[in-house]
């Protein structure tokens, strides 16, 4: 059974920086990503990694502040976010797929949980 499981989210006041996790069990896919779903609004992509890790996406909101990696090995997928904005506040998902790395939704196949990023002003 295939398990995504996020943690490293929290409070954090405007600028400041975040690391969440993602580990992953039950399976091995060729590429990780990460959405964000803010409250009223749809979720969006926010980045993915594929499998060697040099291989990245990034939306454009956060390509300049963000850093994706991954620990192949561990099966976990890390998102480092800095300068973080008030608009940057969400819950944080994981998801794993087969194939390349894509920011469309409906292309992975699991999901995590989710875990919450607030950004105070």
């Known amino acids: 059974q295939v398990q995504l499981v996020e943690s490293g989210g929290g409070l954090v006041q405007a600028g400041g920086s975040l690391r969440l996790s993602c580990a992953a069990s039950g399976g091995t896919f060729s590429t990780m990503g990460w959405f964000r779903q803010a409250p009223g609004k749809e979720r969006e992509f926010v980045a993915a990694?594929?499998?060697?890790?040099?291989?990245?996406y990034y939306a454009d909101s956060v390509k300049d502040r963000s850093t994706i990696s991954r620990d192949t090995p561990k099966n976990t997928v890390f998102l480092q976010m800095n300068s973080l904005k008030p608009d940057d506040t969400a819950v944080y998902y994981c998801?794993?797929?087969?194939?390349?790395?894509?920011?469309?939704?409906?292309?992975?196949?699991?999901w995590g949980q989710g875990t919450q990023v607030t950004v105070s002003s």
């Open positions: 990694i594929g499998w060697s890790g040099t291989n990245t």
């Open positions: 998801a794993a797929r087969s194939g390349s790395p894509v920011a469309t939704m409906t292309a992975y196949d699991y």
